[in-house]
């Protein structure tokens, strides 16, 4: 049964997660606005960071976070940083480093961490974590403020899906700490309508994923293309690299990207709810359908753009409304490329919980030396 997976649980239950993550942060306004006001106040350059789906979260932020004083936030790879910490921080670096860790153990979070300290010239730390007994949850220091979130985000199984929606929304509250109170109505909001599109969707994407279809490709703009990189890693690696994903932006995809659509292609299009960028996705999209041949396309949108019928297979129409702040709407799309992962996997019979038949890929990254 679906049910005794551990992946499909993680990912039906992110909407109960959310706000349950909302009101630990809430709980500790007081405590986070301090500490944020503190090193904001003294001209701290915020850099988020992770390894893998941890540093999709800032590729997502460092665009959705523009109205919020988080503004100007960088997203950088602690698998960038380990290697080369010289290229991006030095002895006159002031950073405020946020680290989004599922286990707070990984060798690459630590050791990025250990990499700022020693480069840049003043440094204070926000950890995101999910799993209380992490080496990132057990840090503490004055210069430290720990986030650890409802137990359930600490994902059993391989794929990070609770863990990384979970993250992101707790970031996005802290850069609107200063108003907390008012952020409960979106989050519910957003965690209402999510639930209702997984329920009244699951059916018909479990359908597109049962298709014989050998790419996929995910699109999006702004932070939706953060997004997409991150439901492009889902689909691949709950199919073991069975099928191979891209992602990219909607106009960058026409500059050489766009050679991969064939008639094996799955194409996944993350709508923007801002009309003024939809008039580029829309092009894009009926370009596709004049120009080539794929095996299916679904369009995953706040409500249904206005663009011929024939262009789609599936629409998933999440119902948010437009004012919703970027900051959360964008991590409404992402159980679309979770949920396309999960069902493919057993449609490959594989296990998504454990879907790495050869062991190239695990839970918590292994094989890496720190030097």
């Known amino acids: 049964m679906l049910t005794d ?29 301090s500490f944020t006001d503190k090193w904001l106040a003294l001209g701290y350059e915020i850099v988020l960071t992770g390894a893998g789906t941890s540093a999709y979260i800032g590729d997502a932020l460092q665009t959705a976070l523009h109205d ?12 960038d940083i380990i290697t080369t910490p010289y290229m991006y921080f030095n ?41 209380a007994e992490g080496e990132m949850a057990l840090t503490k220091a004055s210069n430290i403020l720990t986030v650890l979130l409802p137990p359930e985000t600490n994902d059993v199984s391989l794929a990070m899906t609770s863990s990384y929606s979970t993250m992101l929304l707790a970031c996005s509250l802290i850069a609107n700490i200063d108003k907390i109170e008012d952020q409960k109505v979106h989050i519910e909001l957003l965690a ?15 359908g597109i994923a049962n298709l014989d279809f050998k790419r996929a490709i995910f699109l999006g703009s702004g932070p939706m293309k953060g997004v997409a990189e991150e439901c492009r890693l889902k689909l ?16 960058g995809f026409r500059h050489g990207p766009k050679a991969l659509v064939n008639p094996q292609s799955l194409m996944v299009y993350l709508v923007s709810p801002n009309p003024d960028v939809q008039r580029y996705e829309k ?13 299916a396309s679904v369009i995953v949108c706040f409500s249904k753009p206005d663009i011929d019928p024939s262009c789609y297979n599936l629409c998933i129409e999440i119902g948010l ?15 679309v490329g979770q949920m396309l992962g999960c069902f493919k996997s057993i449609e490959r019979g594989l296990c998504p919980d454990s879907p790495s038949v050869s062991g190239n890929i695990s839970r918590v990254v292994e094989g890496v030396t720190l030097y």
């Open 5 to 33: 997976l551990h992946t499909y649980r993680e990912i039906k239950q992110q909407p109960r997660v959310w706000l349950e993550a909302y009101q630990i942060i809430a709980s500790r306004k007081e405590e986070i606005k």
């Open 91 to 131: 002895k006159d670096s002031k950073v405020l480093l946020v680290s989004f860790g599922r286990s707070g153990n990984s060798p690459e979070s630590l050791g990025a961490v250990k990499a700022v300290n020693k480069t840049a010239g003043s440094i204070a730390h926000i950890f995101i974590t999910c799993n």
């Open 192 to 206: 209402s309508k999510v639930k209702a599109a997984m329920d009244k969707y699951e059916e018909a994407i479990k």
């Open 236 to 251: 691949q690696e709950l199919t073991d690299g069975e099928v191979m994903c891209a992602y990219d932006s909607f106009l």
């Open 283 to 295: 092009d894009l999209i009926k370009q596709v359908k004049s120009n080539n041949n794929v095996k």
């Open 68 to 79: 919020t004083p988080f503004r100007g936030a960088k997203a950088i790879a602690t698998t």
């Open 321 to 335: 409304p437009l004012e919703l702040p970027v900051c959360y709407g964008c991590v409404s799309y992402v159980f």
